[in-house]
């Protein structure tokens, strides 16, 4: 039984069953069921999902009521329902103090706050939900913790529970530390999917669930820029929103148990479209029947003269949740009116003294979702400045201040800041792909009809839907030329490439078979 599966009733006849929770990045045991105890009492009596997970650690039989035998059993006999209820509450009890107990960190970050690569390290760990501690060079903690290191080294460095203190760690050396895949264990697979977002998890899981042998390559950390968003209200499934990372951990965790292959910290060089060989950054060469692009997009950036120099130090292209808890106190603006913008304002109200949406139209309804709208506007903590735009950054190692022209007057002010964040809308980045595969003017990679139309599809059948100029590689998500650039749209199409796959690889399968039963000249 997997976390998150729905209720049932177990006893253990024979056997051990080994309990185990997602917590601190990672798998933990917290207990065992031996023959004569039951387990899914707290689902059952809660009408919940499954708090964890449970497996045979040994070859074991177990006995199992669907909700609908318990139901029927404890009406027969109330006192069973009783018992039941009694254990439940027991169980609650503990699962409430391991929710309660603090995590335990499995390194320690030791850097300067306006470091930049100190930021980049922090954010690459939190995004892969590594749980670590971070320290300051001046902290008074350093000492006792870490003798050897002073307040003049240079930073970032990472300490690890064995002692091991590893200074300016390059991220893919800190991926391999802490056990995260870097490396294929394949020359080839049935697909590669370039891109580890909603739209990429989305491919792995249904790729690797109907048994295609399934490789992601993601540059940084999964879940993409939607891996970002501090709150999805309008999620199917989740009526109380789900925030970006939970739903990529939980996309990712699917994909790993139905056997996808998920690399971190690795950039595809390049494509060859005749071959379908993928080239990475290391030299490694893998082999691909089929490729799914699932790139997504990147920020678009500030065009402020000397904004570069900040960022990292002050200036933010997005935000994780994580970075939250670096507003305590102060005020920060974000630039933008899209939904992105919105759920970090919320998420930051949160935390920082004041919020304040720096918006150049004329309203929030023209690119906002009408429930964050009102929730904007109900927030006290947050503010919304229209027909407003930054003209400059000022500070000397971190930001201190931005200037923000009031356009409607002609008016600069000069504002405190302790953090800007950047939504201004986001652009493809698919220079590095080879011009067989055809895009539009903006970089976004075109498709299916959209080849037609254009004349741009040679093949002797129409493409399918998401299939690029090149036959047997697809494209989804928002790095496709689309107008709809939403989590679930992407998660839709990433579902779908993979039924084009099977098409695909079905259609070559019959042709291969056709030549080879054909007469060969001579």
Not at 123 to 149: C, I, K
Not at 159 to 183: I, K, S
Not at 446 to 467: F, I, Q, V
Not at 477 to 506: N, T
Request: with cysteine; proline share 5%; net charge neutral.
């Amino acid at each position: 039984m997997h976390e998150g599966e729905e209720r049932a009733l177990y006893a253990v006849l024979s056997g051990k069953i080994e309990v185990t929770k997602r917590m601190e990045g990672g798998e933990k045991n917290i207990g065992w069921r031996l023959p004569g105890t039951i387990f899914g009492e707290v689902p059952i009596t809660l009408g919940a999902a499954f708090p964890g997970s449970f497996r045979a650690s040994e070859p074991s039989r177990v006995l199992r009521l669907d909700a609908r035998q318990y139901y029927i059993i404890a009406a027969a006999a109330p006192q069973v329902a009783v018992a039941v209820g009694a254990l439940a509450r027991e169980r609650l009890g503990g699962l409430q103090g391991l929710a309660a107990k603090p995590p335990t960190p499995r390194v320690t970050v030791i850097g300067h706050r306006w470091d930049p690569s100190c930021h980049d390290l922090r954010r690459f760990l939190a995004r892969n939900q590594v749980v670590f501690d971070w320290l300051t060079p001046d902290s008074t903690e350093l000492a006792t913790r870490w003798p050897g290191m002073t307040a003049d080294d240079g930073g970032p460095a990472l300490g690890f529970p064995d002692g091991t203190l590893v200074a300016r760690p390059a991220l893919r050396d800190v991926a391999h530390r802490l056990g995260l895949q870097t490396a294929a264990r394949s020359a080839e697979y049935d697909t590669i999917i370039v891109g580890g977002g909603p739209a990429g998890l989305a491919a792995a899981v249904y790729g690797a669930s109907e048994g295609l042998r399934t490789l992601v390559v993601e540059r940084e950390a999964p879940g993409g820029q939607a891996g970002t968003s501090s709150r999805i209200e309008n999620y199917l499934g989740f009526p109380n929103g789900v925030s970006g990372d939970e739903l990529a951990v939980r996309a990712l965790d699917q994909a790993k148990r139905l056997g996808a292959e998920i690399l971190v910290t690795r950039r595809i060089l390049r494509v060859d479209p005749g071959t379908r060989q993928v080239f990475l950054d290391g030299d490694d060469v893998l082999r691909a029947q089929t490729i799914i692009l699932a790139t997504g997009v990147s920020w678009r950036r500030l065009d402020i003269e000397g904004i570069d120099r900040l960022i990292g130090k002050g200036v933010y292209y997005g935000a994780a949740r994580s970075e939250a808890g670096n507003t305590q106190g102060q005020d920060v603006f974000l630039i933008g009116a899209g939904n992105s913008a919105g759920q970090a304002a919320l998420h930051f109200a949160s935390h920082a003294r004041c919020v304040t949406l720096l918006v150049r139209g004329d309203s929030l309804e023209k690119s906002m979702s009408r429930y964050l709208i009102d929730q904007v506007r109900a927030n006290p903590n947050v503010q919304v400045a229209l027909h407003a735009e930054v003209r400059a950054v000022h500070g000397d190692d971190h930001l201190s201040e931005i200037a923000v022209r009031h356009c409607a007057t002609g008016e600069v002010q000069r504002r405190a800041c302790g953090g800007l964040f950047v939504f201004i809308g986001a652009d493809a980045e698919t220079e590095w792909l080879p011009p067989e595969i055809v895009r539009d003017a903006r970089g976004y990679v075109l498709t299916g009809a959209d080849l037609t139309k254009g004349g741009h599809w040679s093949g002797n059948r129409d493409p399918y839907l998401l299939e690029t100029s090149v036959p047997g590689i697809f494209a989804c998500g928002d790095v496709r030329y689309s107008p709809v650039k939403r989590v679930a749209s992407a998660v839709g199409e990433g579902s779908m490439a993979i039924a084009f796959v099977h098409q695909y690889l079905q259609m070559t399968s019959l042709n291969l078979e056709g030549r080879e039963a054909s007469p060969r000249p001579g």
